[in-house]
């Protein structure tokens, strides 16, 4: 694995815990909220939630709304919601928000400003629970965990 595809991984895995709180795999299967699961990855749930006053479509590991799975599908970007399409989907999210070169020099400072609209779970967006000296040391602690895998 090169270091490029390190600071991706472990970016990706930091916002997985930003948005659910866990490093479990489950976080794949989860919709809005966090308390419900689905289990068709062949198309994205498109099952609309409340969640503390608001209702989205939100679903996933990186909770990606149903108009924006469609898009990237009608796109030929993802055939289903698998947990690979789920990825391919985030990293082309951090491509359109121009922050995939920050992520891949493991740059997460100039990174997650590009991103706090799209992940509000990152720190300084809107509903975030995690610092910047958290998401540095979580990032740091996952981009080693992948050096040895």
Not at 40 to 46: G, I
Not at 85 to 109: F, M, P, T
């Given at each position: 694995?090169?270091?490029d595809d390190i600071y991706v991984a472990a970016f990706l895995r930091l916002i997985r815990?930003?948005?659910?709180?866990?490093?479990?795999?489950?976080?794949?299967?989860?919709?809005?909220?966090?308390?419900?699961?689905?289990?068709?990855?062949?198309?994205?749930?498109?099952?609309?939630?409340?969640?503390?006053?608001?209702?989205?479509?939100?679903?996933?590991?990186?909770?990606?709304?149903?108009?924006?799975?469609?898009?990237?599908?009608?796109?030929?970007?993802?055939?289903?919601?698998?947990?690979?399409?789920?990825?391919?989907?985030?990293?082309?999210?951090?491509?359109?928000?121009?922050?995939?070169?920050?992520?891949?020099?493991?740059?997460?400072?100039?990174?997650?400003?590009?991103?706090?609209?799209?992940?509000?779970?990152?720190?300084?967006?809107?509903?975030?629970?995690?610092?910047?000296?958290?998401?540095?040391?979580?990032?740091?602690?996952?981009?080693?965990?992948?050096?040895?895998?």
């Open positions: 694995m090169t270091d815990f930003a948005e659910h709180h866990s490093d479990s795999d489950d976080v794949y299967f989860l919709l809005y909220g966090g308390q419900q699961r689905f289990t068709d990855t062949s198309k994205h749930p498109n099952k609309a939630v409340t969640a503390w006053g608001r209702t989205s479509t939100a679903a996933g590991a990186y909770q990606i709304l149903y108009a924006t799975w469609k898009e990237a599908r009608e796109r030929g970007i993802v055939t289903d919601f698998s947990k690979a399409s789920q990825d391919k989907l985030a990293v082309e999210k951090l491509r359109s928000r121009h922050a995939l070169g920050y992520v891949q020099q493991g740059d997460i400072d100039l990174a997650i400003p590009l991103l706090r609209k799209e992940w509000t779970s990152l720190p300084g967006g809107s509903q975030s629970k995690m610092t910047m000296d958290e998401a540095r040391t979580l990032f740091s602690k996952y981009a080693n965990e992948a050096r040895k895998s």
